[in-house]
């Protein structure tokens, strides 16, 4: 007999796994990708269920419920609410130190959107409107966030590459970029201009957004790129050591 906390894991167990398959799945496949017993699987299936946390679909295959949709949406929308009051006083000081516009940037599929930016006041300077849409593969803002993603997502974008020597090159952009902690790219997204970015962790250390300072390319020089690396740096560490206070202060 298993205890309340061994079932909740379990059942998380199971909706990680219906997450991560794209797809339906039988009884006997999740009961083996969990590795407990068909008769278990089934009796906590019926409890999610039954929650509206995963559905039967035809042929007995399981799916996850719509139920799912809504704590997704209650959640990142929370997490959106967080990131815009901490990350916005933090990218006003980013912006106003650096002379150049500040973007926090999430996921959306496989690309990345705009959801605030401070715009730099020189008369020459990088402009985004707030729902601009990028790849997740090109450019700072995204390569930043897809270096500390998941597999999947990883292998869902080289599945879109058709040529060998650019999915090495990009495997290899984002190990560097876990290994030193931002990313550095001048014109991949828009010719002649500069992004530096870092990645934003929540309070589990899982990728929520990334921070990036853009701005003409002419203007950057090894001296100037050192300083808005570690700005940008500081920056987001700051902003995900706030992001896990909020997040415990929640929790408790």
Not at 71 to 93: C, G, H, K, N
Not at 114 to 125: D, F, M, N, W
Not at 219 to 247: D, F, G, N
């Amino acid at each position: 007999m298993v205890n309340g906390t061994q079932t909740l894991g379990r059942a998380l167990d199971i909706l990680f796994v219906l997450a991560e398959a794209e797809s339906t799945l039988s009884v006997n496949e999740i009961a083996e990708r969990v590795s407990i017993p068909e008769s278990t699987t089934y009796r906590l299936l019926q409890t999610l269920e039954k929650n509206g946390i995963v559905e039967r679909r035809a042929k007995g295959q399981i799916g996850l419920g719509l139920r799912i949709l809504d704590l997704a949406r209650s959640l990142y929308q929370q997490i959106d609410r967080e990131l815009f009051v901490i990350a916005r006083p933090i990218m006003e000081t980013l912006t106003e130190n650096t002379n150049e516009t500040t973007i926090l940037m999430v996921r959306t599929g496989t690309n990345v959107i705009c959801i605030q930016h401070v715009e730099s006041r020189r008369l020459i300077r990088f402009a985004i409107e707030n729902g601009r849409i990028l790849p997740l593969h090109l450019g700072a803002s995204g390569k930043a966030i897809l270096a500390y993603e998941t597999k999947r997502v990883v292998d869902q974008i080289l599945q879109r590459l058709e040529d060998q020597q650019k999915k090495e090159k990009l495997l290899a952009d984002l190990a560097q970029i876990r290994q030193q902690g931002y990313c550095l790219t001048v014109g991949e997204v828009d010719r002649d201009v500069f992004g530096i970015a870092a990645p934003i962790f929540d309070s589990y250390q899982r990728i929520v957004a990334s921070l990036t300072i853009a701005g003409p390319a002419e203007r950057l020089s090894p001296e100037t790129s050192e300083r808005m690396v570690r700005s940008v740096m500081e920056a987001t560490h700051t902003i995900s050591q706030k992001l896990a206070r909020v997040s415990q202060v929640t929790i408790e």
